[in-house]
């Protein structure tokens, strides 16, 4: 939602309905009232990872179930984990030895952190009443997961930089 209203603008002084101080636009009134309203196709739709595509898909068929958000927020992460596995053997490869050794000691760590993590997660969150804590639960758990994914495929790229 925040993209969205930082976007408005930008479309607006794009479209003449926002002017500048110094720049006088007399089409602007005209073309404000006949087009007064941003619609949604027009905003430019910022990249997105295929696994959050997804979920997004998998929660409108959810259909606001909290059971069922908190579902797909768990399939993502399943998914996210399997990027970590597919972004490790990739800089098995591509990584001399001991380069990949550090890698492999932070994954272990890393693991140990996010085992911890998912512990507090649920004595915490998962635990309380109410089934909306089901899925923040499954939402935080996975934001932890993606974050670690996405780290991995910045070191791949940054690997591979000459």
């Not at 925040?2 to 101080?21: D, H, M, R, W």
């Not at 915490?124 to 994914?149: C, D, F, H, M, P």
């Amino acid at each position: 939602m925040k993209k969205f209203f930082v976007l408005i603008p930008l479309i607006l002084l794009s479209s003449g309905c926002v002017k500048p101080q110094e720049q006088q636009c007399p089409s602007c009134d005209e073309y404000c009232k006949e087009n007064f309203e941003v619609k949604a196709s027009e905003i430019p739709e910022l990249d997105k990872h295929p696994i959050d595509i997804e979920e997004e898909k998998c929660i409108k068929i959810a259909d606001t179930s909290n059971i069922g958000m908190g579902n797909c927020s768990l399939k993502a992460t399943e998914a996210w984990f399997k990027e970590i596995d597919k972004a490790l053997i990739t800089l098995k490869q591509i990584l001399p030895a001991d380069k990949y050794e550090k890698i492999a000691d932070s994954q272990k760590k890393w693991e140990s952190y996010i085992k911890s993590e998912f512990d507090v997660n649920e004595n915490v969150i998962y635990n309380k009443a109410g089934s909306i804590y089901y899925t923040i639960s499954a939402g935080e758990k996975r934001e932890l997961i993606k974050q670690r994914a996405l780290l991995l495929k910045n070191y791949i790229t940054d690997a591979n930089e000459p």
